[in-house]
């Protein structure tokens, strides 16, 4: 199956830092990629869809600001976390479809964010 | 939105019995229906999808069904063995939202030998 890797796999940060991830789709070209955030013991919620080439749109709730997406190749998607809270240490997980396989979803492995 | 709902929340059977996890949603235009295994830390792997044009799909111990008309499908585990122990989400894709999951809220599954 197609492929999704993350960058990097685990980060620590400081209060009031931002951090950068990347969602690189390895073999496949993907318009859109999605990215989630789940919470020790919960379930993966979806924060925002990253468009190529377009503005992303978050989910109700999901400050805009706090969480800057950028999608600037078919290929690549970031999303900053800035100025960083402890609340915001959670594991972050992106997503895409390979146009070429159907409706399966393809995750990348997660990243570990905690701020201290 | 969606609202997906999932039960139960932990499930623990004994080795060889079968499994089973039902979810409901919400959105009546939802149309693809896929089921994770995620194991701690690692990311959701896909165990098995379905589309709403059909009700039931196999593949080896694992099937899923799916009820349109009620908005339910479940998720049944024959012959269930240790590593199967994970957590498991089912998810719903948005109706009008290409790619745009709505999970449940997990199942501990735990398999005793």
């Known amino acids: 199956g197609a492929v999704v890797s993350q960058h990097p796999s685990w980060v620590i940060c400081k209060s009031g830092t931002s951090v950068k991830i990347e969602c690189r789709s390895l073999?496949?070209?993907?318009?859109?990629m999605f990215w989630y955030r789940q919470f020790p013991k919960q379930s993966l919620m979806l924060m925002a869809t990253?468009?190529?080439?377009?503005?992303?749109?978050?989910e109700q709730g999901v400050e805009k600001d706090k969480f800057l997406i950028n999608h600037a190749s078919l290929t690549l998607s970031t999303l900053t976390v800035t100025s960083a809270h402890p609340e915001d240490s959670s594991f972050y997980i992106c997503?895409?479809?390979?146009?070429?396989?159907?409706?399966?979803?393809?995750f990348g492995p997660g990243t570990r964010l905690t701020v201290t | 939105g969606e609202n997906v709902e999932q039960h139960p929340s932990t499930l623990s059977v004994q080795e060889g019995d079968s499994a089973v996890i039902k979810c409901t949603y919400s959105d009546s235009a939802s149309n693809y229906f896929p089921w994770y295994k995620q194991e701690l830390g690692k990311r959701p792997q896909l165990i098995i999808d379905?589309?709403?044009?059909?009700g039931e799909k196999k593949d080896q111990r694992i099937a899923v069904t799916l009820n349109k008309t009620a908005k339910h499908f479940s998720l049944h585990i024959t012959e269930t063995q240790p590593e199967d122990s994970a957590v498991y989400f089912c998810a719903a894709e948005r109706g009008t939202s290409y790619g745009k999951l709505t999970f449940g809220q997990g199942t501990i599954l735990t398999v005793h030998p």
């Open positions: 073999d496949f070209q993907a318009t859109t």
């Open positions: 997503s895409a479809r390979d146009p070429r396989a159907g409706d399966e979803q393809y």
């Open positions: 990253s468009n190529e080439g377009s503005k992303a749109t978050y």
């Open positions: 379905i589309r709403s044009n059909v």
